[in-house]
């Protein structure tokens, strides 16, 4: 199995890949909690990215309303660790469960009623919105004022339940982002992999060489969606509040589709390579503004669009397929 | 609760309506010629209602005068817009189109947030606690004349792309962008001329609603928000869906926030965009195409 996820993948690649992953386990140990809290971050990105990427670049549905799923996960693994105490990776199963069902809900709606393109996009949308209300009025989950998990300085690292110090998260997500790339690279190989991109290539074309378009769209939600709320259960874990207004807004998602739309849509290594520079960017102008002594709210998310313009603009197709060629990894 | 309230609500969300109706209007246009959802349409309405706050306070000039300086301004925003940016996308594919625009709105929307502060302003006319009563119903005039206003554009706006040469060939370009082309009309500046006309509808809903509501720059995608729901209930590329939708929208607003609580008042507008986009995804007023 692992010999045959290798198979095609230029040996210069898999070179590059494994000095990637052997320098991102090195990491922790010589950074200091700072740099170590923009690692986490970047690792989240790209994972939440990659996520992203399996219904929009390899299946070619756009989705804007992905906070959804952050929202649903975090909101139902926080919920029952608050409330029963139960173990985020039970919790997960229900975070899962929860976003799946709301994946399926949409993708049934929209696919099953020709919703397509930008109705999509804004049905995606409207969706989280109506989420981000209900969350506000939902007393269960503590509504808008906020849920918050026990924060307490932990001495050991509770894998169990996911309590401990940022290097455990930090590791945590490093697994999870190479997770989703071994699961990714699998996918696009498997048979539903290929009837993704033809549906996204041509639907009607698909459907003519037998493809069941609405079959396998319903796979890329769920697939996504599942994968995306596993990043929430994370996410409330690591920063101990959740409030709507914030996890299910709009501005999160596009946030969070900018990593793989910089990087290259439909890429595997898109997302990463999305992250690295976006988040790794953002601080350092953050950096720069601290050491100029300017502090305005707003100012990262105008460089945000003024890089996503610019990629747009001059590099549709993101940063990695150019880069890919220069680096003579083009297949 | 007697049922004047009701009544009275339901009047002021139908005026509020007609104006969230011209900014839709505005997407419409927009969408229906240049195929093009612009999704920065909440963040130029919020320009707008930050230019009629500076020019209130500098000139001390009423809104309903200020409309239309500021969809001047507004109109060559967009006109420039389209033409420097957006008409180069015009054969990408359409998540690329989108794309640009939530890059534009998310620069326009934190650029205000820069230069404006992230608190709420509003102004105050002379007018601003007057109302006129109608019977039973009690209306606030500011809202009475910013509805009046935007039924006003909104026929100059019919009438412009029905009798003048200028707005037949818009249409023509809407209609068929081969033919436009072969017949010689220049679709690249009609474009931006549309994008410029929309954009000046934002513009006048904008001075008008500053007449009756506050600003904050990160309102901006909830306008972008509103402005879909609105179009899309109407139907997307019909004119007077944009102001059927409006209306609705309004109306369900205010009754929302009576009945249940005000803060939850958008989910009846969401629920309402979920069952159109199910039950007739063309919009009540829009014509099925392929």
Known sequence: MIARLADGVPRKGLWLLAALLLLLTLFPLFASGYLLAIGFLILYFAYVGQAWNVMMGFAGQLSLGHSLYVGLGA???????????VSPWIGLGAAIGISMLAGAAIGFLAFRFGVAGVYFAILTIAFAEFARIGFDHFAWVRGSSGLFLPVANYTENDLWNLRGSPVMFYYLMLAMTAGAFVLCHALLRSRMGYYWLAIRESPEAAAALGVNVFRYKMYAVVISAAMTSLSGVVF?????????????HIS????????????????????????????????????????????VPGVKQVFYGLCLLLVIMFLPDGVWPPLARKLGLHR | MPVEIYLNVAASGLLTGLVYGLMALGLS????????????????????????????????????????????VLFVFGYLLQAGLINPFINRPEHSQFMLLVAIGLILVNAQLIAFGPDAQGIRTAYSFDSYQLGPLIVDASKVYAAGAALVVAAALFAFFRFTLRGKSIRACADNYQ????????????????????????????????????????????????????VITGGLGSMGGALLGGLLIGLTEALGGVLFTPSAKSMFAFGLLVLVLLFRPQGILGRKTA
Do not use: W
């Open chain 2, 29 to 72: 246009v927009i969408f229906g010629v240049v195929r093009v959802v612009n999704f920065a349409h909440g963040e130029m309405m919020t320009l707008a209602m930050y230019l009629t706050l500076l020019l209130f306070s500098a000139l001390k000039l009423d809104p309903l005068v200020l409309l239309v300086p500021i969809a001047a």
């Open chain 1, 252 to 295: 999160r998602s596009i946030e969070l589709i900018l990593g793989p739309i910089i990087g290259g849509i439909g890429t595997l290594v898109g997302p990463i390579v999305g992250a690295f520079l976006l988040t790794g960017l953002a601080e350092g102008l953050r950096e720069l503004m601290l050491q100029l002594g300017i502090d």
């Open chain 1, 236 to 248: 409330a874990f690591y920063y101990n509040n959740l409030f709507p207004e914030q996890i299910f």
């Open chain 2, 179 to 230: 033919g436009a082309l072969v017949v010689g009309l220049n679709v690249k500046h009609l474009y931006a001329l549309t994008f410029g006309i929309g954009a000046a509808c934002v513009g006048a809903a904008g001075a008008m609603l500053m007449a009756v509501t506050d600003v904050t720059p990160t309102i901006g995608p909830s306008y972008t928000l509103l402005a879909f729901v609105i």
């Open chain 1, 75 to 85: 909101y139902a693994a926080a919920a029952l660790y608050v409330h029963f105490g």
